[in-house]
């Protein structure tokens, strides 16, 4: 039975700090975003304070070696279904459609994706939640088709982001997933 190598925990920690960099970018480019394009709405603030939360979910998971995955499944269907409500009640600009639930499908899958690579021992415990995941990021296919947004970007970004993760996930723990199904099925 082959496992996959697991990666040194200086591997780990440089990947870590690339994607820590990356999302530092993202947040300035964000908040440059903001302030040239709508400076009274502090959208930047919200995707942020997103950023800032999935780094807090996968350094906890990482130093706690707890399946956080599911949490942060129900987290990025939660915050979704906030943004949603507050938008709805300050009288629905569409930007809970067209940016903050993008960006939470982006969130959660780069979380996922960081936990799966982290935690290379516990793909299978990931791949349904990533699954789950995974369908979920196909809801602005439905924002787009019934004309809600009017900008795609993100959505196409987000639904982009989610197909490449869990086609990731599915290679780097096909094996571990067949052997699962095989134990549990009796096959």
């Known amino acids: 039975m082959l496992y996959p190598k697991k990666l040194s925990s200086k591997k780990s ?26 400076p009274k709405v502090h959208w930047a603030a919200l995707a942020n304070g997103g950023i800032i939360y999935a780094w ?3 350094i906890y998971s990482i130093h706690k070696r707890t399946n956080i995955a599911g949490h942060v499944m129900i987290q990025a269907i939660a915050i979704s279904l906030l943004t949603a409500y507050i938008d709805y009640n300050l009288g629905f600009k569409g930007w809970s459609l067209e940016i903050s639930i ?3 499908i982006m969130i ?3 979380t996922m994706l960081v936990l799966t690579i982290v935690s290379h021992r516990k793909y299978v415990r990931y791949a349904i939640y990533q699954l789950v995941i995974c369908i979920y990021s196909m809801i602005p296919i439905y924002f787009m088709q019934q004309e809600l947004i009017d900008n795609y970007i993100l959505s196409y970004i987000a639904i982009g982001i989610s197909i490449m993760n869990f086609i990731l996930t599915i290679l780097l723990s096909a094996r571990d997933v067949k052997e699962a199904v095989i134990r549990k099925f009796h096959m």
């Open 13 to 38: 920690n440089l990947l870590i700090k690339i994607l820590l960099g990356v999302s530092l970018i993202i947040a300035i480019i964000l908040t440059i975003i903001n302030k040239l394009t709508t």
């Open 56 to 58: 807090i979910t996968v």
């Open 102 to 104: 993008p960006i939470i």
């Open 108 to 110: 959660a899958n780069v």
